[in-house]
């Protein structure tokens, strides 16, 4: 049944710094790596050669800029996956009781013997967390690497999502947000961790932390940033270069 | 949103046709023998026919008997369950004024309230969408109830019910495009909102995650077209209410212009359908910078 569980014993999920994602698309490429050959129907490419290359991606990473007035423009790079909801609409959309949430650990997937590729929850999903792959016809999503956190087949340090084993910034982090001393909690708290577009009543587990404001260099401050406890250096050369200075601005 | 045309011609078709059913069901005309025959086959033609058409935009159709499972949560699978539960109380119905010249009116009554709930279910699947503002409000499921009433009414030749329900419907669409329009703005969605940046500033998109559309944008971000939409609003308000009233009600009895009053009705009501899709605005489109 596609209804959700009341309660999950765990929720594991994702915490993404975007103070430190450098946007190197590398947890984009691991995760498609690791999810192609392993859960599921392999992730297809269409046209992958060709003038549209178009292809099922678990994993995304867009760049933001944000400019306010009179201050420098802030990149920021954003990777988005599935947010693992508590009250996910994708699930509850489900005509044929493929979608379903973990009672155990929260997670959301997709059982794609059941899938009839309708589409209709990646239409409820406000993220964008869901794409139809088109050579197989089912809905593929993140798993958060079901088939690495249990597999005892691997080194327990590699027991991660690939993202996150991946990521060389340390940017993605992974944990149990049901246990207020895990990683990520206390990480979430310490940094303000947010909730993206909480007022679709989704109740994602994963959290962002957003960026550290940046120096403005930009201001009539007097600060050299790279040599801040140095004396200024003189504005005009002396000797022989300043004469030459003057008598070239003279001519 | 996309405008398939697969789920653009479900929606229409098997709208009109459960209308029709709706209408048939209480008698209305009051028809047996081969009359109610043709009556009934048109009206399952198009229901049946708009629910084979919506099978054809699925990845995997093999898996849509499934798709009747899970009718506790999911709109789309509680269409499912009703639209054939519907079909097959109103046949028992049909058999009898066909065949027997007799009325097993329970059968007939019932079958009308249940297509009049499959109609319901077929606009929950829409009105539901909280991540499509223009959808999500009451009058979705008003307008889709309207558009199978009016045009039900119309296609079984009920002359009067069917003028004043066109008129209604026109002006209901009308509302719910000019409600519609501001939906998005007042659900307070914002590419600052979407990516919790709005604290840093004015946020836009520099760079793609790809470098052409993907599976979202095809399907969510659908804005191909919409700058036609105006004159296609303008097409969709003349022909689906305005000018199948007129001909109902200044010439009721010209089969030839009742017949021009239904195919009005069918091509502004596929113009407004398209619209409904391709003017949907879903919020994925915030991480996209792009409506």
Redesign the interface.
Same mark, same amino acid.
């Given at each position: 049944m596609t209804a959700l569980p009341n309660s999950t014993d765990k929720k594991l999920g994702l915490v993404i710094d975007l103070d430190t994602c450098v946007g190197c698309h590398a947890c984009v490429i691991s995760c498609k790596e690791w999810n192609t050959s392993n859960y599921g129907a392999p992730l297809s490419d269409m046209d992958a050669y060709g003038a549209e290359p178009d292809g099922t991606f678990l994993n995304r990473v867009h760049t933001f800029e944000a400019k306010a007035p009179e201050k420098p423009a802030q990149i920021v790079h954003f990777p988005k996956s599935c947010l693992h909801c508590e009250d996910a609409p994708c699930v509850t959309v489900c005509p044929t009781g493929a979608s379903y949430k973990r009672t155990e650990d929260g997670i959301v997937l997709v059982n794609e013997a059941d899938c009839m590729g309708c589409g209709l929850c990646a239409w409820a999903c406000p993220y964008g967390a869901r794409e139809m792959d088109k050579a197989e016809g089912v809905m593929k999503k993140c798993t958060l690497c079901v088939d690495r956190i249990y597999n005892e087949n691997i080194p327990e340090e590699d027991r991660v999502p690939s993202c996150v084993k991946t990521c060389p910034a340390g940017a993605r982090h992974f944990g149990d947000f049901a246990d207020p001393e895990s990683n990520v909690s206390i990480l979430s708290a310490a940094r303000g961790g947010i909730a993206l577009m909480e007022d679709q009543g989704t109740k994602p587990v994963n959290r962002y932390l957003p960026p550290r404001p940046k120096a403005d260099v930009t201001g009539t401050s007097q600060i050299d940033i790279p040599n801040p406890f140095l004396e200024p250096t003189p504005q005009k050369a002396g000797g022989f270069l300043g004469w030459l200075d003057n008598a070239l601005e003279k001519i | +949103?996309h405008p398939a045309p697969s789920v653009i011609i479900f929606t229409s078709l098997s709208g009109l046709g459960f209308g029709l059913l709706a209408w048939l069901g209480f008698g209305y005309p009051n028809v047996t023998g081969m009359t109610a025959f043709i009556f009934f086959f048109i009206a399952y033609a198009l229901a049946v026919g708009g629910l084979i058409s919506s099978t054809f935009?699925?990845?995997? #159709?093999? $898996?849509?008997i499934?798709?009747?499972? &899970?009718w506790?949560?999911?709109?789309?699978?509680r269409e @499912?369950v009703m639209s054939i539960v519907s079909l097959l109380v109103i046949a028992v119905y049909a058999i009898g004024v066909i065949f027997f010249n007799q009325r097993w009116q329970i059968f007939g009554w019932l079958g009308s309230v249940f297509s009049l709930i499959t109609i319901y279910t077929t606009s929950m699947?829409y009105g &539901? +969408?909280?991540?499509?503002p223009r959808w999500y409000m009451g009058l979705t499921p008003v307008l889709f109830l309207l558009y199978s009433l009016a045009g039900g009414a119309l296609l079984a030749a009920q002359v009067l019910p069917a003028a004043l329900l066109l008129v209604a419907l026109t002006i209901v669409q009308y509302f719910s495009w000019h409600i519609g329009d501001g939906a998005f703005k007042q659900? @307070?969605?914002t590419?600052e909102?979407?990516?919790? %940046?709005g $604290?840093? @500033?004015?946020?836009?998109?520099?760079?793609? #995650?790809?470098?052409?559309? $993907?599976? %979202?944008m095809k399907? +969510?971000v659908h804005v191909v077209g919409r700058k036609h939409a105006q004159k296609l609003r303008m097409i969709a308000i003349v022909l689906l209410g305005m000018v199948p009233a007129l001909i109902l009600l200044l010439a009721p009895a010209n089969h030839m212009l009742v017949g021009v009053a239904v195919l009005s009705h069918l091509i502004g009501l596929f113009a407004a359908r398209w619209l409904f899709f391709a003017e949907a605005e879903?919020?994925?489109g915030l !991480? !996209?910078d792009k409506r």
């Open positions: - | +949103m935009h699925l990845g995997t #159709p093999k $898996n849509a499934k798709a009747f499972s &899970q506790r949560t999911s709109w789309l699978s @499912g699947i &539901q +969408m909280k991540t499509v659900a @307070g969605h590419i909102t979407a990516t919790g %940046l $604290n840093l @500033g004015k946020v836009r998109l520099l760079e793609s #995650p790809h470098s052409s559309p $993907n599976y %979202l399907e +969510m879903h919020v994925v !991480y !996209y």
